[in-house]
């Protein structure tokens, strides 16, 4: 895994830190807090980037409907073809959440 090399008491405290917010209000006060609107539209960009292309989309309808770059849309489809399987983990819990809903 590449986070193996930020592995660490810091990395821990963050990972901590997430884990303790309770609900959607709470993670949008953090993440308002913690990153910069860019950094916070590009992971939410990947997540859907993720959603679309394990639901089979193309590039170009991912494109178009993400703005994402291609050189994004590879990157996503890369960590999910030989990933630690974070996107798949997340992506399988957001479905189940939903279908409860």
């Known amino acids: ?10 990395l821990d405290q963050m990972c901590d830190a997430i884990l303790s ?4 209000e709470e993670c949008y ?3 308002d807090d913690i990153a910069t609107m860019s950094e916070i ?3 939410a960009q990947r997540l859907q980037v993720a ?5 089979g989309h193309t590039y170009n309808v ?3 409907e993400t703005n994402a770059s291609t050189a994004t849309i590879s990157r996503v489809r890369r960590c ?5 399987d974070g996107y798949q983990l997340v ?5 189940d959440e939903d279908e409860e809903e």
Not at 91 to 95: A, E, P, Y
């Open 51 to 55: 959603k679309m292309l394990t639901e």
């Open 21 to 24: 917010l309770k609900n959607r």
């Open 41 to 43: 539209h590009s992971i």
């Open 91 to 95: 992506l399988d819990r957001i479905m």
């Open 62 to 64: 991912i494109e178009k």
């Open 29 to 31: 006060k953090f993440f």
């Open 1 to 10: 895994m590449q986070i193996d090399k930020l592995r660490g008491k810091q």
């Open 80 to 84: 999910i073809n030989f990933g630690s």
